[in-house]
């Protein structure tokens, strides 16, 4: 958390059946009949299995919206498993905009979960990538924590910022790599890791880092409770040799679906 320090758990439709399909074909099918406005709206709920719940008030917005394709979005549900959402903020009840807008966009993040006791496993395993938005139970028994490695500017802000991504990396975090590598840091990208290294490095090298098994066998104890921290090399041929490793099993997990 001090190294990307923009981070949130997941998003939480809390009606997943309805909201989210391994199919995009069947999703918009259930979309359009939650849309048909021909349709009665006791016969909607019946065909759908869904009802009100707190702000998800289905009437009201049948009435006062419609079906928007572009809100139609793949989401990391579990490791290894991509679905189809209708990520829109009157339907998913925890959409977690502040954090997942950014992974609207090209985009990469880590999604770790904390106190690694809860899942009652060993080792230490909850942590994936994903370059689409995050479900909060991406993990058996939930508490995903999303921190997205670009950050982009709001629709309000994207023509004052020129639409620019900038980095989520801790300034001070940024800093003392650059001191203990003697490398300058790009702010996008990734390095030639002779003379500078980027954000993409940086990722690269933690998530190689987090999969290492001495790793995780020798902080055990410190995993269950929290989550991890990151040791830092002064070694650059160690930071380069790492960072190439993790982008390898990056590059694995995100299927071919890079940022």
Known sequence: TEVWPINSVGFMTGRDNFIIDASKGELLERLSIFFDTKLDIAEVKARLRINDYRRFRIEEIRKARSLDLAKVRQCLYRPFDLRYTYYDQYIIQEWQQRVMHHMLHPNIALMIGRAGQVTGTEPWDIIFSSSSIIDLNVFYRGGGQCFPLYLYPTDGEMQLEGGKRRTNLNPKFIADVEKRLGLTFTSDGKGDLGKTFGPEDVFHYAYA?????????????????????????????????????????VALHLMGRGC
């Not at 790793?215 to 190439?244: C, G, N, Q, V």
């Open 209 to 249: 880092i987090f999969h290492s098994p001495t790793y995780r066998s020798h902080y055990a104890e410190f995993l269950k409770t929290d989550f991890p921290r990151l040791p830092l090399t002064s070694h650059k041929a160690l930071f380069k040799t790492l960072a190439e490793k993790g982008a390898e099993l």
